[in-house]
């Protein structure tokens, strides 16, 4: 194990003394458990963040389509020939 020091405020120190005190655990391993908490839970969106790309996404359906209905039919059979023939014939990196 690695020694490390860090600063916090008082709020965050007595708020870990009573969960280390109330799950009976050490302090450093109630911090070791939250740090590995907040990690698995980084990579997923915020609720702010969530609801933000939705909007850009209902905004985004709203926008007129670009073409004819010919151009999109022309397209969707291309998209199902292709997947017929087995896709892509170059590799994608």
Not at 10 to 38: C, F, G, H, W
Not at 46 to 71: F, N
């Amino acid at each position: 194990m690695v020694k490390a020091t860090f600063t916090l405020d008082e709020e965050t120190i007595t708020r870990l003394n009573a969960t280390a005190q109330r799950l009976a655990k050490p302090k450093s391993e109630v911090v070791r458990e939250a740090i590995m908490d907040y990690h698995a839970k980084s990579d997923r969106l915020s609720e702010a963040e969530r609801q933000r790309m939705l909007k850009a996404l209902r905004e985004y359906a709203l926008l007129p389509t670009v073409g004819t209905a010919a151009d999109r039919d022309r397209e969707l059979r291309e998209i199902r020939a292709a997947r017929r023939s087995g896709g892509r014939r170059t590799r994608v990196e």
